[in-house]
């Protein structure tokens, strides 16, 4: 009897134990999918490095957008100016304040140089904007460490991001030239 108690109590501790609530899980599974994504981009600079074949860094930069896809609710919802630097237009942006005009970076920047098919001779050019993108990966993965979720912010960022795929998503303008 003693026995068969201690193992109830042993199964009420561990069942317990994972007391996490929802926004919590979201968090830890957006951080593993940050850490996917950061995979995926070495990935894709490991093969322009090693001079992949068109067809095969095209592959790998879809597998990139798809990470980035996985992240993007919560990245657009709580540090929009990161987002905009991993996955904004293609288009130069004039800094009024400032006075300069603003180079894009990118997703679709490297989307760019990669479709219809790779230009060897880009080759460098193309490794400067995935340096680009990594330290803007890395500069989410910082900020994102001091984030902390609640249930009703984390169904703000999924209602956006319903709105964002219905406006740009299937419109096809985060994603052009693919």
Known sequence: MKNIFSLFILFLLFSCADSKSEAERI???YKKDLVVLQDEVVELQHLVETDAASKQLQIQFLKVHQSYKRVEPICEYYFPTVSKAINGPALDEYEIDEGMTV???GLQV???YLFPE???ITKNDLLKEIGILNANLYRLEMVSKTNDL???SVFDAMRLEVFRIITLGITGFDFPIA
């Open 27 to 29: 968090n830890d599974l």
């Open 103 to 105: 180079p894009p970076a």
């Open 110 to 112: 490297i989307e760019e």
């Open 118 to 120: 790779f230009d060897l």
């Open 150 to 152: 609640t249930d009703s």
